[in-house]
């Protein structure tokens, strides 16, 4: 779970692997409006815990990434490798 101590930012980019693979399960981005929202703030660390949950995930300004960067990661393992 990421900690955020300043919000000087546009948009978050959160990806989510695939624990066995590391294959990307899920890529997207949101406005730092959004994730400061649903932030928590979090005293013993100083900062603002984010948790990508499922309501978040249905956001309407939620970008989805997911086949970009699987995209990528395919290009960057080559012909015939696995990603």
Known sequence: ?????????DLA???LFD?????VR???????????TAA????HV???RFVLKAAIMA???LRDVTEALRS???????PGQSA
């Open 19 to 23: 624990r066995s693979t590391y294959r």
């Open 46 to 48: 100083n900062g603002h």
């Open 59 to 61: 956001h309407p300004e």
């Open 40 to 43: 928590r703030s979090v005293d």
């Open 1 to 9: 779970m990421p900690v955020f101590r300043s919000w000087d930012f």
């Open 26 to 36: 899920h890529g997207v981005l949101l406005p730092s409006s959004i994730v400061q």
């Open 72 to 78: 990528a990661a395919e290009l960057r393992a080559g």
């Open 13 to 15: 980019a959160f990806v």
